[in-house]
């Protein structure tokens, strides 16, 4: 059964609770898979945090031409004439590479129209033009529609089987002012579940056009290199990028406030210095609140073109942010598990408590750990999940199983031992040692003498109702003073002392109980006369010493017993009283002085050897045991006189 | 970290060294071995240094290694080789290697090569390799198979990966039962309409397709076409007589082969 050994989980069935360990795993493992909305916004909730352990600065080479609060004061309500658009603009000639975050997808007054169409013209070629694609606006555009061909021309052609976010339709500037753009390249984003940013698609098709996003496409042309997608993979120039199975890239912020941003409206002021932009790539793009170009990310509202040129930042100083899903999912997870298994091993509860949660908190730690060092993007709430998960059904089935121990305990000891004792045994569950032990006893043996004529005289069911009654007041004795009963063999009773409950003083207790049940049988004679075949004797043999003990028997059928010599010398000693008790009395009437009535009582060398200066006791010299053949020393314990002491309570 | 800023850097003077390119590169520093003479629709012509197409190139555009032409839907475009000719069919995109050879990345495209003497013409798809000694024939490269039918001349069909491939070959019409005749006319019917985007297993089976060796290279006969079954699964190659729709194409491409 292997039921009381010292581990915590040992006492269960271990592998069916591993096995349901591991399934936990897979479950949560598929989870991670295929998450359900609700549980991809939980577990981004849990690891938005992740961005306020980045102390990285925004690439210096990045400049955010806002057109805020500010510009918006001093130039009018957005949006604003196309002239001064024209204006702004002329003056970003210096910049390497220029991206226009606004869509001039309806025409107005046509002068101005013109007027910023040559301006964008003036740029050169490190100019971009936005599309918005998919807009509340925007128009199927045909194959042979000029601007189509535009964006084909502006699009990835190094595509393979590429899985990219679909879109049927565009808005697009006018005709005017999409001619002088050199290229062109989206402006989306993609949210998640939540309504949040987090990752950023490098591309989308446009019927057959692979249309790469703003920060790619201001990539694409600073860096003179393409994107190439084959399936899920892809590959800028040389670089690698981790990307999800809709190719879009984990976007890893910077901290609100660290951009370098210049108001639309300083570029039109007399003392603009054109060299502020030498160098850079800038975006120009819109963050006035009354516009609705702020998004939703992690780290509250930011303008929409602040989420391209993050974008474009981490590319230049190599963070972009690699998902730990698929096989290294299931890796953490299989970590995890075997720590829970180790921490399943400790049997006090809150100890295991604690470590469960130190697990969890070295979790949280190896998943920031994983973002600031690494770059590296773990979502702890799957490991979370499965620790939980874990934790409570592992919980639960310790408790149950600890509650069925307990059944079994009292079950199987409550008719042997004091009740009392059995709420002992059931709290020290722990350290008891019932798997076999070799230890120290006092063993007490009773039987009664003559007890065959009184088989004969009673009636059957007479005879069975007055046994019971006398077992009934020795096992109260046995019980009184912390005796364990062992077994009934037919009118004898065998106790055991010190086990499997540790009692330090168990000999002299035997006697105590010895003494006990000598005067319960007093007791219980008292209505009866000494010939009536109810009246019953007994004698009692109690040995001190070493045995072996434990549950004895096979599976289903097995009791706590002890064995050994100790045993069987308390037996032998208990059947000497009789023989020894008729010596004593013929030595009486022979005149001999005698110290006690009579011998009810035997006790060994050993016990003797525990009692001797408390207890009243008398050498019967050189009595010669049943089955042993050297001599051995006994005593006649002198319960009448303990009784008279006071000795019982 | 510092290599990558020198990589930066490098490609930053690269880029500003190649920025005529963008709109405007016209000039050719590289060995050309091929050109684009025709186009029609749009093409689109990106070369190997370049992320942006050409834009209105001259034609004849001289090709280097590397060079791209890539095709959008309705559109088709004639290259000539030093091996010889092709013509690249719509949705497609084609790639120059060297001297020796081309490579079909993606689409359709009809290949006429003369013979050289020492030279071993080779074209290309992602999954296959075609050895050529002067000929015509048409190869399809699609995500769920490739297809190689000869109209002229003789080619050897070998996998990139040089795999053995399970060979089947279709059952002669001398060799059919009548009702095997009759379902096989039936279904040679109506293939007519899907062909090259067929599903390889229904195709073998429509072929009546029979298992004849383990092969590592295919010698192809002319009017019949080759159908290899897409990377990933166990290799197996269909030779079947030339597809009805497959010699459309055919007809249509050679036009400009004239």
Redesign the interface.
């Known amino acids: 059964m292997g039921l009381f050994k010292k581990n915590g989980i040992s006492l269960l069935k271990k592998h069916g609770f591993y096995l349901l360990g591991f399934i936990l795993l897979l479950l949560t493992y598929q989870l991670a898979l295929h998450p359900p909305l609700i549980i991809q916004s939980l577990a981004s909730a849990l690891t938005d945090d992740y961005f306020h352990w980045n102390k990285r600065k925004p690439s210096e080479k990045l400049v955010f031409i806002d057109i805020e609060n500010t510009s918006v004061r001093a130039h009018g309500r957005w949006p604003w004439s196309r002239d001064l658009v024209a204006k702004g603009v002329a003056q970003l000639n210096t910049a390497e590479v220029i991206g226009l975050d606004i869509l001039f997808s309806e025409p107005t007054v046509a002068t101005h129209d013109q007027a910023l169409s040559n301006a964008i013209s003036r740029l050169e070629?490190k100019v971009i033009g936005g599309v918005f694609l998919n807009g509340p606006q925007a128009e199927t555009l045909t194959?042979d529609n000029a601007g189509y061909?535009h964006l084909?021309?502006?699009s990835?052609?190094?595509t393979?089987?590429a899985q990219l976010i679909d879109s049927q339709r565009a808005e697009i500037p006018i005709t005017k002012i999409r001619e002088a753009f050199?290229?062109l390249a989206a402006l989306n984003t993609s949210p998640d579940a939540d309504q949040k940013i987090r990752h950023y698609p490098l591309a989308f098709w446009l019927q057959?056009?692979a249309i790469p996003n703003m920060g790619v496409q201001m990539w694409?042309?600073?860096?003179?290199?393409?994107?190439e997608l084959n399936g899920t993979q892809a590959l800028l120039?040389?670089q690698p990028l981790a990307v999800d199975k809709k190719t879009r890239a984990r976007i890893n912020y910077y901290p609100v406030g660290t951009w370098q941003r210049i108001a639309f409206t300083e570029l039109l002021q007399p003392d603009w210095d054109p060299q502020r932009l030498a160098g850079r790539w800038v975006l120009v793009g819109v963050s006035e609140a009354g516009v609705t170009d702020m998004r939703v990310t992690p780290l509250g509202e930011l303008p929409g073109p602040l989420i391209h040129l993050t974008f474009v930042s981490n590319l230049?100083d190599?963070s972009l942010l690699t998902d730990i899903n698929g096989w290294e999912l299931l890796a953490v997870l299989l970590a995890v598990f075997i720590f829970v298994i180790f921490i399943w091993q400790f049997s006090q509860p809150w100890l295991r408590l604690l470590l469960f949660f130190l697990l969890g908190l070295s979790i949280a730690g190896i998943g920031v750990a994983g973002y600031a060092f690494f770059n590296l993007w773990l979502e702890i709430f799957y490991p979370l999940v499965f620790l939980l998960l874990t934790v409570l059904v592992g919980e639960v089935w310790f408790f149950v199983m600890s509650r069925a121990e307990t059944a079994y305990l009292r079950s199987a000891f409550s008719s042997y031992v004091a009740p009392a004792l059995v709420d002992k045994l059931v709290k020290q569950g722990d350290e008891l040692q019932l798997g076999g032990k070799r230890q120290q006893l006092t063993v007490l043996f009773s039987d009664l003498r003559d007890f065959t004529p009184t088989t004969e005289l009673l009636e059957t069911e007479e005879l069975v109702s007055h046994l019971n009654r006398y077992f009934g007041s020795m096992i109260e004795e046995v019980h009184r003073y912390n005796g364990t009963l062992d077994k009934l063999m037919g009118d004898a009773v065998m106790a055991l002392f010190n086990a499997p409950l540790a009692d330090e003083d168990h000999a002299y207790h035997a006697c105590l109980a010895a003494a006990g049940m000598m005067q319960a049988l007093d007791a219980f004679n008292l209505p009866y006369s000494v010939d009536d075949p109810h009246y019953l004797r007994m004698g009692i043999g109690i040995n001190t010493g070493e045995a072996v003990v434990g549950n004895i028997g096979a599976a289903n059928r097995f009791n706590f017993t002890a064995i050994g010599d100790a045993v069987n010398t308390a037996a032998r000693l208990e059947s000497m009283t009789k023989e020894v008790n008729c010596n004593w009395q013929a030595s009486k009437q022979a005149g001999e002085v005698k110290p006690c009535e009579t011998v009810d009582i035997i006790i060994g060398e050993k016990t003797f050897a525990a009692v001797k200066d408390r207890l009243p006791c008398y050498p019967v010299i050189g009595l010669e045991l049943k089955g042993k053949l050297q001599a051995q020393d006994v005593w006649v314990l002198d319960w009448r006189k303990m009784i008279a002491q006071g000795r019982l309570p | 970290?510092k290599t990558?800023q020198r990589?930066?850097s490098a490609?930053?003077l690269?880029?500003v060294f190649?920025?005529s390119s963008?709109?405007l590169a016209t000039t050719q520093t590289c060995d050309s071995y091929a050109s684009l003479k025709r186009m029609e629709g749009?093409v689109?012509l990106?070369k190997a240094?370049?992320?942006?197409?050409v834009?209105n190139p001259e034609l004849p555009y001289a090709l280097c290694t590397g060079d791209?032409v890539?095709t959008?839907?309705?559109a088709q475009a004639l290259i000539s080789h030093v091996g010889g000719e092709v013509v690249l069919a719509e949705?497609s995109r084609l790639e120059v290697l060297d001297a020796d050879s081309l490579s079909l990345?993606?689409g359709a495209a009809l290949f006429q090569i003369a013979q050289r003497e020492g030279h071993r013409f080779v074209a290309k798809t992602?999954l296959i390799v075609i050895g050529v000694k002067g000929t015509e024939f048409l190869v399809s490269s699609q995500?769920a198979r490739n297809d190689v039918a000869l109209f002229k001349g003789a080619v050897g069909v070998e996998r990139q990966d040089g795999q053995a491939m399970a060979y089947f070959r279709t059952k002669p019409v001398s060799e059919m039962s009548f009702e095997e005749y009759q379902a096989y006319q039936k279904k040679s019917f109506s293939e007519y309409k899907n062909s090259l985007d067929q599903a390889f297993n229904d195709y073998k089976e429509q072929q009546m397709a029979e298992f004849k060796a383990y092969v590592s290279g295919v010698d192809l006969q002319t009017g019949r076409q080759l159908t290899l079954n897409s990377d990933g699964e166990k290799p197996e190659a269909i030779d079947a007589p030339v597809n009805k729709a497959v010699e459309q194409l055919q007809k249509q491409l050679h036009l400009w082969l004239e």
């Open positions: 070629n194959k061909q084909l021309y502006s990835l052609n190094r393979e089987n050199p290229l057959d056009a694409r042309l600073g860096h003179f290199v393409d994107l120039g040389e230049l190599n | 970290m990558h990589f930066l490609a930053f690269l880029s190649t920025y963008l709109g749009q689109q990106v240094n370049s992320p942006f197409p834009r791209l890539q959008v839907s309705k949705n990345a993606e992602p995500t």
